[in-house]
């Protein structure tokens, strides 16, 4: 009995040095750094849904106003039918299981209007004077492979303080995504990064596709997804 006892103590004695070391393990290691992923912008990823905002289209129909939950959306109409769709073709997502899609179409159209724009934004509170990177990830899909090789654009705006009206937008910049897949065949996911900073603890950004010319019985498609906004830095007092 006494050989079978000093033999259990043994046991949870190793037991124990073995616990605390593999605690020990784990409070050494590297964490990873939650203020260096976190992104300001809520949702930019759509996978807490989208809300049905019938005032985005020409249309009104709630089948073609779905934007992301937590941002709006704007276009300037015309002659040209626009769309904002929840998307989870696995191809055209870059993160989770939805993508927020935008479509420019000019089906059955007669004629269809130059520069036409659709877009979303989102106002968020950041840090005055300190950098963020903005990234995102998206694809150019159109049933229109021939043509102007700049006919789409993709492009960023912000807006500091409380004014959201994409039209008093002047710093809109390109991010660069030249290369159109077919509708039905998607291809490789573009990628953008850009590093800002702000005066005021306020900002809207804006993300807008343009169609530049009015051809008729066409389509566009602009998946977005995996957008953040993320503070690079610390205020400085």
Known sequence: M???AVILYSRRRWR???????????????????????SVLGNGSFEQGFTVMPGCTKSGKDSESNVGTGWNCFSNKGAVNDGFHADAWAP?????????????????????????YAGIYQTVQVAPNVQYRLSLRGMIRTTELEGDPWRYRVQIGFLQGDDTNWKHVTNWSDIGWNHYYARTAPGVLSDYQQVVQFQQD????????WKKWGLTNGELDVNLDAIQLEQLGTPTP
């Open 2 to 4: 006494q050989k079978q």
């Open 16 to 38: 124990t040095a073995w616990a605390l070391l593999f605690t020990a393990v784990v409070l050494l290691m590297p964490q990873k750094s939650q203020a260096a992923t976190n």
């Open 92 to 116: 055209v997502v870059a993160d989770g299981q939805y993508s927020q899609l935008i479509e420019l179409n000019t089906w059955g159209l007669l004629h269809g209007d130059n520069d036409r």
């Open 202 to 209: 306020q900002i809207t950004l804006f993300i807008r596709v």
